[in-house]
């Protein structure tokens, strides 16, 4: 006698053999599908102290950046693009969590100990909050951090991997794979990474230290700029400098033939440096650095440099790169964008998810990135602790909303509205006129700042019992 299953198990037999099948069909297909158009490599070059005019593409009148200048012939050059900090490690802090720097406590840049607690700040960022790196990791990328780190220091800071990386080597950073600071190593290091990661979805996060104290300036870049005058001439070279980081990392991409399947974004986490006197010829006795007489970056005309919340401290270029996807050859004038974008759209373009109970601050602007000019639904807020030193450092708050954008300084009873749409550089007060609008933006910082925490979280703080929460309370 024929032996035949029984139906029902012939049935269900078939049905694990088909689901096996499309099982297996699914996951050689999967990478293929998700793989090279949908699941990009990101790159983001995060400069240091650059000024919206630092580019010869947007008009500097001494310095050359023709790498960043092809960059932004070939993608989108964003011009209403905010840092959400006026200082390093609140506008890096910003990138990394995708939210306001405030809501970790960190308002200015990480000092020591006594520093960070006299400001309320902890020591180090938290590496257990939301991460951009870890996301990306959880999102299938492989991750690595070159160049600057400055997100904490002190006895018990986390190393650069708990925060999400499969590779780091920094400068300002937890010193265990630790970089020069000068002559573009953090670009040698990105560059090795990414041979290494050629052929699977990577994110890198390239910190370039120029054009931040001190100055290092090449022989190379000194003698072809020898008729500038003695600043320009040692500015003009380490911008150069940094130009050349940029042209490697897009070279790179061409000669592996991974240009079109990487996103390239460059941007710098705060206007230029104050212009300082002879005096700071050097940066500091015993460095063989030059120093802040040399930082004649420009703003474009914006008012404010470093530290100061007029456009001059904040906006800074962002271009963004990604030949088949971002058209090439445009200025985008009218989508406001700043840095909390980028990690949802970040995550978005490497079809990756944001963590439950995550809120970011800013918003997925992708369709920005590809061409169509976004209309923003969020607010962004900032907040300058770190006082008035220059006449242009006053407003310790601000909020742009639609088109206008507050600044003010409760203290001082100094408040300013600016129509953005009207008036790109900031050069009108119309606050007496608007007095709903002020009042309207007003109320909006007073419940975004209630929503902020009032001290330091003691797990990212070296010694947890001086973390006085009363005393911090404002
Ligand atoms: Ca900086």
Redesign the pocket.
């Known amino acids: 006698m024929k032996h035949s299953a029984h139906p029902q198990i012939k049935e269900t037999f078939m049905l694990a053999i088909k689901r096996t099948v499309v099982a297996l069909l699914l996951a050689i297909l999967s990478p293929l599908c998700v793989g090279a158009a949908d699941r990009p490599n990101i790159i983001f070059i995060f400069a ?2 650059w000024g919206y005019g630092d580019l010869s593409s947007h008009g500097s009148t001494f310095c050359q950046t023709p790498h960043l200048d092809q960059m932004a012939k070939e993608g989108i050059d964003f011009a209403n693009f905010t840092v959400n900090s006026p ?2 490690s609140p ?1 890096r802090v910003a990138v990394m969590t995708g939210q306001f720097p405030a809501r970790q406590s960190i308002h200015q ?1 990480f000092a020591g100990v006594t520093s960070n607690r006299k400001r309320g700040m902890p020591d180090w960022l938290d590496p257990l909050g939301p991460s951009l790196p870890r996301m990306m990791q959880d999102a299938g990328y492989k991750t690595g951090h070159f160049g600057k780190w400055h997100l904490g220091g002190g006895a018990g800071m986390p190393t650069e991997d708990q925060y999400g990386y499969d590779a780091y080597a920094t400068f300002n950073g937890s010193k265990t794979n630790d970089i020069k600071k000068d002559g573009l190593a953090s670009v040698d290091h990105a560059v090795a990474f990414i041979k290494q990661n050629k052929d699977q979805p990577f994110f890198v996060n390239l910190w370039l230290h120029e054009v ?1 104290l001190a100055h290092y300036p090449l022989e190379k870049y000194l003698k072809q700029f020898h008729d500038l005058d003695e600043q320009q001439r040692v500015y003009a070279s380490v911008i150069a400098e940094g130009d050349e980081g940029v042209g490697r990392v897009l070279a790179l991409l061409k000669e592996l033939a991974i240009d079109e399947k990487t996103l390239v974004v460059f941007s ?3 206007g230029p ?1 104050v212009t300082r006197g002879e005096e700071a010829k050097i940066h500091h006795k015993g460095d063989p650095g030059l120093g802040g007489y040399y930082s004649v970056g420009e703003t474009g005309g914006l008012k404010g440099r ?1 530290r100061s919340l007029f456009a001059g401290g904040i906006r800074v270029p962002l271009i963004v790169r990604w030949p088949g996807v971002v058209p090439a050859g445009q200025t985008d004038k009218t989508s406001v964008l700043t840095a909390v974008d980028l990690l949802p759209t970040f995550l978005e373009i490497a079809d990756g998810e944001l963590p439950d109970g995550f809120v970011p601050d800013g918003e997925n602007v992708f369709s920005a990135f590809q061409g169509e000019p976004l209309q923003r639904s969020k607010p962004i807020f900032w907040e300058w602790k770190g006082g008035a030193t220059q006449d242009e450092n006053w407003p310790s708050l601000g909020v742009r909303d639609g088109r206008w954008k507050l600044i003010l300084n409760k203290e001082l009873g100094k408040r300013e509205l600016y129509d953005m749409e009207k008036d790109w550089a900031e050069k009108v007060d119309v606050s007496q006129q608007n007095p709903e609008i002020v009042q309207k933006l007003v109320q909006q910082l007073d419940v975004w700042k209630k929503s902020l925490p009032q001290a330091p979280d003691p797990r990212c703080c070296v010694n947890p019992k001086q973390t006085d929460l009363k005393k911090f309370k404002k």
């Open positions: 240091d102290d200082v390093c506008s840049h931040h710098t986490d705060n440096e470093k």
